[in-house]
């Protein structure tokens, strides 16, 4: 791990090189996958729309019981907490299109 021990010989670098792959892919993919279906199925569920016309009642910033689940079981979230989910959800929306779009310049050369 230290860099004490490295391959050497080309069949090496290979194995190192394939193994260095397979863990990307292995993680990589999958995030995006499940990242992907987790953002269509909040889409269909109607949560993100919910989530950005939520409006506060007044003195929900200092309600102790903020954080508690409503009659509704909905939870009431501050509005700068809400503002920061809204601005990390579009960097993720806006990640995943540009991986998407990285992605398709390289299937595009595969035909």
């Known amino acids: ?6 391959p ?3 069949g090496g670098k290979c194995v190192a090189a394939m193994a260095m792959l397979m863990g ?6 999958p ?3 499940f990242s992907d279906l987790w953002s269509k199925e909040l ?3 109607g949560v993100l729309n919910e989530l950005e016309s939520q409006e506060l009642p007044p003195n929900t910033e200092s309600d102790p019981n903020m954080s508690h689940p409503t009659s509704s079981g909905r939870v ?3 509005e700068t907490d809400l503002n920061a989910i809204k601005m990390q959800m579009r960097q993720m929306n806006e990640a ?3 991986i998407r779009r990285i ?4 299937s595009d050369r595969s035909m």
């Open 1 to 6: 791990g230290d860099g004490d021990t490295y």
């Open 8 to 10: 050497t010989t080309f």
């Open 24 to 29: 990307v892919l292995v993680i990589a993919f």
């Open 31 to 33: 995030v995006s996958v």
């Open 43 to 45: 889409k269909k569920q």
């Open 76 to 78: 009431l979230v501050s």
């Open 96 to 98: 995943q299109n540009e």
């Open 103 to 106: 992605l398709a310049n390289y």
